[in-house]
């Protein structure tokens, strides 16, 4: 399994922006599928926005499209995510989670770090 680590999480203003990174413990960072998922208070965890291994293609859910990239250096073992025109609803606990095969990425998970939009 690859040890994950998010951080850049905090208090922001709605309509502001915000980037979370995520670091993996694995050289084979560039092999896994690499996503972001967030949970708030109360609800169950949703996809984010994820990137594939093999291409980089990118996938997000249509509540941040247009809002948020994610992005991954794999030199670095980091995919991070950009997000922008923040909103309350984009209030959670964001996890970064690592899978080597599957889709969306499940297996391998961090131990999340708070989002918080309020004004």
């Known amino acids: 399994q690859v040890q994950l680590v998010e951080s850049g999480g905090r208090l922001v203003q709605p309509g502001g922006s915000l980037k979370l990174s995520c670091t993996g413990s694995?050289?084979?960072?560039?092999?896994?599928?690499m996503a972001w998922f967030r949970q708030a208070p109360g609800k169950e965890r949703e996809f984010v926005a994820g990137?594939?291994?093999?291409?980089?293609?990118?996938y997000y859910a249509d509540s941040v499209k247009g809002r948020f990239t994610i992005s991954r250096d794999n030199a670095k073992n980091t995919v991070e995510l950009q997000m922008h025109a923040l909103t309350p609803e984009d209030t959670g606990v964001h996890y970064c989670?690592?899978?080597?095969?599957?889709?969306?990425?499940?297996?391998?998970w961090g131990q999340g770090t708070q989002v918080t939009v309020s004004s």
């Open positions: 694995e050289s084979t960072f560039k092999t896994y599928n």
């Open positions: 990137i594939s291994r093999s291409d980089d293609n990118t």
């Open positions: 989670a690592a899978d080597p095969t599957n889709w969306p990425p499940r297996r391998d």
